[in-house]
């Protein structure tokens, strides 16, 4: 099944050597999908001074992506199951690295939105593979359990490294590319990534799908994408009637999504549904993709709520924001990489819970630092921010290790889809509660510019506490696994 199955002697420690090295190069992928999402961000300024975008055109270079990405996810994942997953991870890095090559050079804004859109759908076609890949190639629990640790560590990081590397690409302008330079980084990573991958990844695929979904891949798309554009752009413009009725017909698209989906799984033909609903039959994956949802409203969302706060509240620079959000970073990593001997003394749920808890009291300490302080700035919140990377590092690592686990191989390309996809859809209703909150209560303030921005990210961090809680309930709902408390 797997090229490099691990055998005798010599052998063995040279495949055992591979795997790992292969998984750098899957992590790699994964990082770069993830942190373009937000590199750009620090760099929007830059592209509107070069090329003259309006704000519209700057939301759309952010927005359009995240919503291509998630638009392809579940057909990305079901395309390795069918094709090889090494292989169309390999052919989305492809198509990802000569996108980002195509955004640094766009000479206009329509062609920098439009090339952003080609970046996000190669990326949903390689992103879902590496938690496949991961499912298959690490066979061992505690093996995987640590390349799964890894993972949440790549995934936390990025969004803190996209931020703080986009604002220095900007700062030092190399070779006064400017913006530019945020996309050219990708291009030499992707290359040498596509090399190694060739050469340290096993291939797998799935030994019974057979054919494309056609109709389940419209549907989904449609679904999606109407409803991520409604959450995207509703804000922005007020929550006009149109969105509302995009939201109810991405409702009802998706809801014959599921129907179609179920005929298929239940007709014996789920070698050609898109996703097998016999999936959501098990209670582990169901809840545990409810929690991803929840989980990524708030670690995408988060950030989003402090470069408000930071940069318009308190007059940080988008280099300072970095800075401050590095402990964050590095809290996490810690908690991530110890999270395997913590669930081994102390149990999943119990690991699960207190992180959960930890966030909620993270994000709540936060709140109430910057209501105590004489002068509030984001120095303040540095550790309140260590105790909510700590709760996030002990949440996300065993979360997709739980969804992924109890998966078959045979599906493992369709869960990390609908997975990834559940991630995205959650980021995005997190931005868009966030910017609700936070903008509401900022325009419903009468207080001075600093207050009325520590008071609109106070009710965001409500916010923020809320999903914190819901987190540890459904933790509390996950089966343990045999052996465990």
Not at 177 to 204: C, D, H
Not at 259 to 285: K, P, W, Y
Not at 430 to 435: E, F, R, T, W
Request: overall charge positive; proline content about 3%.
């Amino acid at each position: 099944m797997n090229a490099m199955d691990v055998r005798v002697g010599t052998a063995s420690v040279r495949s055992a050597d591979r795997r790992w090295a292969g998984l750098a190069v899957l992590l790699t992928g994964a990082f770069i999908a993830v942190m373009n999402a937000i590199i750009v961000n620090v760099a929007l300024p830059s592209v509107r001074d070069d090329l003259g975008a309006s704000f519209t055109e700057l939301t759309a270079v952010v927005a359009y992506y995240s919503l291509a990405y998630a638009m392809v996810l579940i057909t990305g994942g079901r395309l390795g199951d069918l094709q090889g997953r090494r292989r169309v991870f390999v052919w989305g890095l492809g198509a990802f690295t000569v996108a980002s090559g195509l955004c640094a050079l766009a000479p206009t804004p329509e062609i920098l939105i439009g090339t952003r859109i080609l970046q996000g759908i190669a990326a949903a076609v390689m992103y879902p593979q590496v938690m496949s890949l991961i499912r298959v190639t690490f066979v061992d629990p505690w093996e995987r359990a640590t390349a799964f640790a890894a993972l949440g560590i790549a995934l936390g990081l990025s969004a803190i490294v996209g931020q703080f590397l986009g604002g220095l690409l900007v700062d030092i302008n190399p070779w006064g590319l400017a913006w530019r330079s945020v996309f050219l980084i990708n291009v030499p990573v992707g290359l040498v990534a596509m090399v190694a991958a060739t050469k340290l990844v096993a291939e797998s695929r799935s030994s019974t799908a057979r054919r494309f979904d056609v109709l389940g891949v419209g549907l989904s798309a449609v679904g999606l994408g109407l409803l991520l554009y409604a959450l995207i752009n509703g804000r922005a413009a007020g929550w006009p009637a149109w969105t509302f009725v995009m939201l109810a017909i991405a409702a009802a698209v998706l809801a014959l999504f599921v129907m179609h989906q179920r005929a298929r799984s239940t007709a014996g033909s789920s070698g050609t549904a898109l996703v097998d609903t016999a999936l959501l039959t098990n209670r582990t994956f169901a809840v545990g993709i409810v929690m991803a949802l929840v989980v990524h409203a708030t670690i995408v969302a988060f950030p989003f709520l402090l470069v408000f706060l930071f940069q318009l509240g308190l007059s940080h620079s988008a280099f300072e924001t970095g800075v401050i959000m590095v402990p964050h970073a590095i809290i996490f990593m810690i908690a991530s990489l110890a999270v395997s001997r913590l669930i081994a003394w102390f149990g999943r749920t119990a690991v699960l819970a207190n992180g959960a808890l930890l966030t909620a009291m993270g994000f709540a300490a936060a709140a109430i630092t910057l209501s105590v302080v004489d002068t509030p700035s984001g120095w303040h919140v540095i550790p309140a921010l260590m105790v909510v990377g700590a709760g996030q590092g002990l949440v996300l690592t065993p979360m997709l290790n739980a969804i992924m686990s109890g998966v078959p191989e045979d599906l493992a390309g369709s869960a990390s889809g609908l997975t990834s996809t559940m991630q995205q859809v959650g980021g995005a209703f997190g931005v868009a509660m966030i910017n609700l909150l936070y903008f509401g209560a900022l325009q419903a303030s009468s207080v001075g510019a600093q207050a009325a921005h520590v008071a609109a990210f106070q009710v965001g961090a409500g916010g923020a506490v809320a999903a914190a809680l819901i987190t540890l309930v459904l933790a509390l709902l996950l089966p343990r696994p045999a052996g465990q408390a």
